[in-house]
């Protein structure tokens, strides 16, 4: 019988591939060491007991808690087994394993069962820039780490740490954790594991070669819970003021709840402002768009005033941000990261054949771990009266591009003139653009091809690049993609390779 139960054991154990889900202990186990239990139970018993146990690929276990916001929704706790029902995009209909109960769930706050994917430790497509972006998040200290796949390498995966060098500060390092034929995994040749648990476990307890010992898996945000997809226009009496968070020309905004429950910002629209048909047609426009450099907007209120909902960003625009003790002690490396990730925005932006119109720092938000987000984009095309160049006073003269200004001609190109601006506030931490010039004088000085000097401590190389985004034929300005790139390549070149074997 021992001989039948190692066949169907070896069975199951090919099931499972060991770089990304984890054999249940119960398959590793040497059954000929049991033969007396084994005698006592039938065969079919068994291997029912082993099939649920790891062949369930239905069940997942919940990564955090999740507080139901609809009648059609199943709330749980972390930890809680459910059973997929159904996949249908960011909503899952799934069965709780603990009390029975069914309704839908949001796919983003569960792993599935027996997966790597339920380590806290583990991010499986989480891209090297993501990775080093977490990493040297005010959340995590030196000695935070996570395991993700290789970017580079098909089926491999990486080992990256927050390292603190005396030199250079926080920094990340990245080691190969690399694959048996047998299925197990190294990072020096001289000891190697039979799981990534116990690779993980043995670094906790000593670097050993390591840069430095395994403290804590990588913190990073807890999930956004994925807004209903019906729930657009909604009633005004589903959303709860809370705290007002600023206010400009248009209105103002505010932290508050949906359904009680749901944490989201708020913007309320002056009366007068548009025509709530225009809004409505325009917003249409703006849900569309959906990327992680973009606020999401989740939903308006049509009446007026208008209200629109869009997600939190505990950490308010990136000007206000800039100012703060935290925001002025960010080193050149990681502004350089920030201005790629709103051009990463932007890019996406200009792939879509989108133009925002507004792009500045006041407009763009910040989140607890420091990512960037574009807000904003698409309200100020019909928001007319306030952008007309004759109008003066409330015209943001100072981030728009001459054609705009002159002849109202706004392209994604005059978006390009404007990132070149957003990229002075970013190096002086929110200094205003033209300091000490008035807007008469700022238009007057660009019609002598006049353009600001390279601001104290800007690395040339970043200087250039907002030269570029100032050429007085917009043709000749750079693309988004480009300054994307160019940026990105600016932060990467900043950090280390793979560190060699301990």
Known sequence: MCLIFSYYILCLQSCFDPRYGCVPSILNTNFTEYSGWIDDISLPCFMNLIFHVALDEDVVIAQHDFKSTNDNDLAFKKGERLKVLQEDGDWWLAKSLLTGDEGFIPCTFV????????????????????????????????????????????????????????????????????????????????????????????????????????????????????????EWEIPRSTLKMMERLGAGQFGEVWMGYYKGRQKVAIKTLKEGTMEPAAFLQEANLMKKLKHDRLVHLHAVVTMEPILIV???????????????????????????????????????????????????????????????????????????????????????????????????????????????????????????????????????????????????????????????????????????EHLQHTLNDFFIATEGAYEMQP
Request: glycine share 6%; net charge neutral.
């Open 111 to 230: 792993a599935k069962a027996h997966s790597l994917e339920v380590e806290r430790w583990f991010f499986k497509d989480l891209s090297r820039r993501e990775t080093e972006r977490l990493l040297v998040a005010p959340a995590n200290k030196p000695g935070s780490f996570l395991i993700r796949e290789s970017e580079t390498t098909k089926g491999a995966l990486s080992l990256s740490i927050r390292d603190l060098v005396a030199e250079e500060g926080d920094v990340v390092k990245h080691y190969k954790i690399r694959c048996l034929d047998n299925g197990g995994y190294y990072i020096s040749p001289s000891i190697t594991f039979s799981t990534l648990q116990e690779l993980v476990k043995y670094y906790t307890r000593t670097a050993d070669g390591l840069c430095q010992r395994l403290n804590a898996p990588c913190k990073a945000m807890l999930p956004q819970q994925p807004w209903a997809q019906d």
């Open 310 to 480: 869009t997600e939190f960003m505990c950490n308010g625009c990136l000007l206000d941000f800039l100012k703060t003790e935290e925001g002025r002690k960010l080193k050149i490396p990681k502004l350089i990261d920030m201005s790629g990730q709103v051009a990463e925005g932007m890019a996406y932006i200009e792939g879509k054949n989108y133009i925002h119109r507004d792009l500045r720092a006041a407009n763009i938000l910040v989140n607890e771990m420091l990512h960037c987000k574009i807000a904003d984009f698409g309200l100020a095309r019909i928001i007319e009266t306030e952008y007309k160049a004759q109008e003066g006073a409330k015209f943001p003269i100072k981030w728009t591009a001459p054609e705009a200004i002159n002849y109202g001609t706004f392209t994604i190109k005059s978006d390009v003139w404007s990132f070149g601006i957003l990229l002075t506030e970013i190096v002086t931490y929110g200094r205003i653009p033209y300091p000490g010039m008035t807007n008469p004088e700022v238009i007057r000085q660009l019609d002598q091809f006049y353009r600001m000097p390279c601001p104290e401590g800007c690395p040339e190389q970043l200087y250039d690049l907002m030269m570029g985004c100032w050429k007085e034929k917009p043709e000749e300005r750079p693309t988004f």
